[in-house]
T-cell receptor
Framework: EAGVAQSPRYKIIEKRQSVAFWCNPI?????LYWYQQILGQGPKLLIQ????????DSQLPKDRFSAERLKGVDSTLKIQPAKLEDSAVYLC??????????????FGAGTRLSVL | AQKITQTQPGMFVQEKEAVTLDCTYD???????LFWYKQPSSGEMIFLIY??????QNATEGRYSLNFQKARKSANLVISASQLGDSAMYFC?????????????FGTGTRLLVSP
């Protein structure tokens, strides 16, 4: 079974530029998550989708970050304009069972963003 | 308040020995789940083990076991017979049932180094 796919793996941009990340979840997984992991910290949830609807974006900086999951499958996360503090690894995860406490999230390899 | 606390920034262990990685958590929700993930240098978060708050037995998955002490709010990961490939970051995470959104909250991680 294919895992969560993310691209690109690495991205270097200058501040005030825009950038987009792509994620394709595990087939059949209804829930998709985007996390931001700053160096030396654990991942922090940015946004969660259930199918193509947003269920939690309380920690998404909406003035510069946006995300969509148009057909309930793959998703893009965009930053416009980027700031130095956006330098981080952006992890995508997906899960199968939305209602269970166990609900294991499976992660992709992430995109490492450097903002210069 | 910190929901998940991992007090060991780094741990060293010799190959074939056992090691315990500490995790304490804070919640008032009686229903919650605790997770451990491994993050090698490649960046992907790999699910290791899960413990539900109502589970009577400590969880085990191969060489991984979880020392769950509910009254002390601790969920320590025990890795038996360490291998060189176990060198990685290890994150403890919690999901509270009352959040409704299945959000995982992560600790800051422990870096494990296994030496020959």
């Amino acid at each position: 079974e294919a895992g969560v796919a993310q691209s690109p793996r690495y991205k270097i941009i200058e501040k005030r530029q825009s950038v987009a990340f792509w994620c394709n979840p595990i087939s059949g997984h209804a829930t998709l998550y985007w996390y931001q992991q700053i160096l030396g910290q654990g991942p922090k949830l940015l946004i969660q989708f259930q199918n193509n609807g947003v269920v939690d974006d309380s920690q998404l900086p909406k003035d510069r970050f946006s995300a969509e999951r148009l057909k309930g499958v793959d998703s893009t996360l965009k930053i416009q304009p980027a700031k130095l503090e956006d330098s981080a690894v952006y992890l995508c995860a997906s899960s199968l069972v939305p209602g269970a406490t166990k609900n294991i999230q499976y992660f992709g390899a992430g995109t490492r963003l450097s903002v210069l | 308040a910190q929901k998940i606390t991992q007090t060991q920034p780094g741990m060293f262990v010799q190959e074939k020995e056992a090691v315990t990685l500490d995790c304490t958590y804070d919640t008032s929700d009686p229903s919650y789940g605790l997770f451990w993930y491994k993050q090698p240098s490649s960046g992907e978060m790999i699910f290791l083990i899960y413990q539900g708050s109502y589970d009577q037995q400590n969880a085990t998955e191969g060489r991984y076991s979880l020392n769950f002490q509910k009254a002390r709010k601790s969920a320590n990961l025990v890795i038996s017979a360490s291998q060189l490939g176990d060198s990685a970051m290890y994150f403890c995470a919690m999901r509270e049932a009352n959040t409704g959104f299945q959000k995982l909250v992560f600790g800051t991680g422990t870096r494990l180094l296994v030496s020959p």
